[in-house]
Structures are given as C-alpha cells and as structure tokens.
C-alpha cells in the first residue's frame, strides 16, 4: 500500500518495518548465540513473583554446561542448592530454556533471551499438578564467575 505525503508516495509496509524494528519488535540483527557462547556461571536475580511462589527454594546462582544428558539438546546445569541439578537448552530462535529441578514433579522454568553478557526474561512456575494461575516472575542471568565444580 502506498500512501501519498503531497510530494512524495512511502511505502508503508517498509516504514511499519523501520518503525517495528526501531521499537525492538521482531528484528534481530543478528544470529542466535551459541551453546559455546551461553555455558558458563551466571548469578540469578528475580522480580516479584505474582502470585507468589511458596514452598520453593530458588538458586542464587546456576552454571550451564555443554555436557549433554538428555537427548540431543538437553544439557546440564549445576544449581547453588539442592538438588544441585537441572537441564537447559538452546532453541532454534536463540531463546535459553532451563530447568531447575528436572526430574519433574514440580520447579521452575526460566526462558531467557541474551542481552549483552547476560541473559534476561521470565521464570514460571511447572508441577504436575497444575497450579492456576502459575507463579511466574521475571529474571535477570548476570554472569559471574564460576568457582569450584559440583
């Protein structure tokens, strides 16, 4: 569709793009990350959890490891507290998704996007047993250094 400016015609597919892309919307100027890029130690920081979560201890800080435990793209991830295990993956649109307490019944999932060095998005809450509505909240991975291995 074109729309005419008295001396001039825009297209106005193209400047909704601009305009989208300006704003954040949908673009990306660039490849998703690595799994080599993402392992590593990042320390864990999360917003209110609306409802709140209760009865669920969170790790203060997480380590992912490109050591591959379930399928092709499942890799392990080593938590401040116990159980000191969980899993994560790299989607194909470059989103970081971690689980914190695998095997299920009930934990925490984070889907994280990069930002920076960091990783940035939103925790929600998983059981079995379906809590309504689900405890969610977001969260902030700041890298930090790794110490001594689990």
Known sequence: ????????????????????????????????????????????????????????????????RDTVILAPQMRQVILSREPTRGAWQLDSNGVVEIWLDPPWPAGVKLLLRPHGKDLTGRAEYFADQPVLPAPAASVTAQRAECHAAA
């Not at 001396?7 to 990350?33: E, F, I, K």
């Open 1 to 64: 569709m074109r729309v005419s400016l008295g001396s001039g015609t825009m297209n106005c597919r193209r400047y909704a793009l601009v305009v989208a892309c300006a704003a954040g919307v949908g673009c990306r100027s660039h490849s998703p990350p690595s799994v080599a890029q993402l392992t590593g130690c990042y320390q864990l920081q999360f917003g209110s959890w609306e409802p709140p979560l209760k009865n669920y201890q969170l790790p203060i800080t997480l380590e992912l």
